[in-house]
Antibody
Framework: QVQLVQSGAEVKKPGSSVKVSCKAS????????ISWVRQAPGQGLEWMGR????????NYAQKFQGRVTITADKSTSTAYMELSSLRSEDTAVYYC????????????WGQGTLVTVSS | QSALTQPASVSGSPGQSITISCTGT?????????VSWYQQHPGKAPKLMIY???KRPSGVSNRFSGSKSGNTASLTISGLQAEDEADYYC???????????FGGGTKLTVL
């Protein structure tokens, strides 16, 4: 049974950075992609980027280019998403999600990590 | 503003069928058979319901079906049940520059 378990909630100051982890179990980590999707309070889903662990290649949504870094540690089957220069609009639940058969659908999701940006 | 356009809300009575539309462009929905649909209950993570336009993952009820015509994809739920009440999001591959776009979501109310 595939599981993605994310790190706990964070409270950050504007201008700081946050790093969220996503540990996978029950599958072959390197064979899939891991995407990060965020959801602001009361809003819809927004794709931020993804990593292909077997290649070590990350792709990012244009909106987050330069501010987000997605990495993966194959030895621990863990993906990370770091977002810098935080502002209040970054307050959201951040999900990691495994790419499915096409890599562009998401068949397993983490439980979500609430990141609150507040002074 | 989301890249894909969905109605904000739809409703139906138990046993009825409803369809949620997802309108994109020739750069995303219209060009690829890579539309997926997600169900999200309040406070929960999204759940994959349809992938590659019309395929159902194992364990998803056959009351859920997906289709596409031109730049518009659709999710149909037949035999509505109370537990279908949730938010539904469409998603599409959008090429090797944009990658993935989501719709704004549709709130389904079962009357």
């Amino acid at each position: 049974q595939v599981q993605l378990v994310q790190s706990g909630a964070e409270v950050k100051k504007p201008g700081s950075s946050v790093k969220v982890s996503c540990k996978a179990s029950g599958g072959t980590f390197s064979s899939y992609t891991i995407s990060w999707v965020r959801q602001a309070p009361g809003q819809g889903l927004e794709w931020m980027g993804r990593i292909i662990p077997i290649l070590g290649i990350a792709n990012y949504a244009q909106k987050f280019q330069g501010r987000v870094t997605i990495t993966a540690d194959k030895s621990t089957s863990t993906a990370y998403m770091e977002l810098s220069s935080l502002r209040s609009e970054d307050t959201a639940v951040y999900y990691c999600a495994r790419g499915g058969s096409s890599w562009y659908d998401f068949d397993y999701w983490g439980q979500g990590t609430l990141v609150t940006v507040s002074s | 503003q989301s890249a894909l356009t969905q109605p904000a809300s739809v409703s139906g009575s138990p046993g009825q069928s409803i369809t949620i539309s997802c309108t994109g462009t020739s750069s995303d929905v219209g060009s690829y058979n890579l539309v997926s649909w997600y169900q999200q209950h309040p406070g929960k993570a999204p759940k994959l319901m349809i992938y590659e336009g019309s395929k159902r993952p194992s364990g998803v009820s056959n009351r859920f079906s997906g289709s596409k015509s031109g730049n518009t994809a659709s999710l149909t739920i037949s035999g509505l049940q109370a537990e279908d009440e949730a938010d539904y999001y469409c998603c599409s591959y959008a090429g090797s520059s944009t990658y993935v776009v989501f719709g704004g979501g549709t709130k389904l109310t079962v009357l």
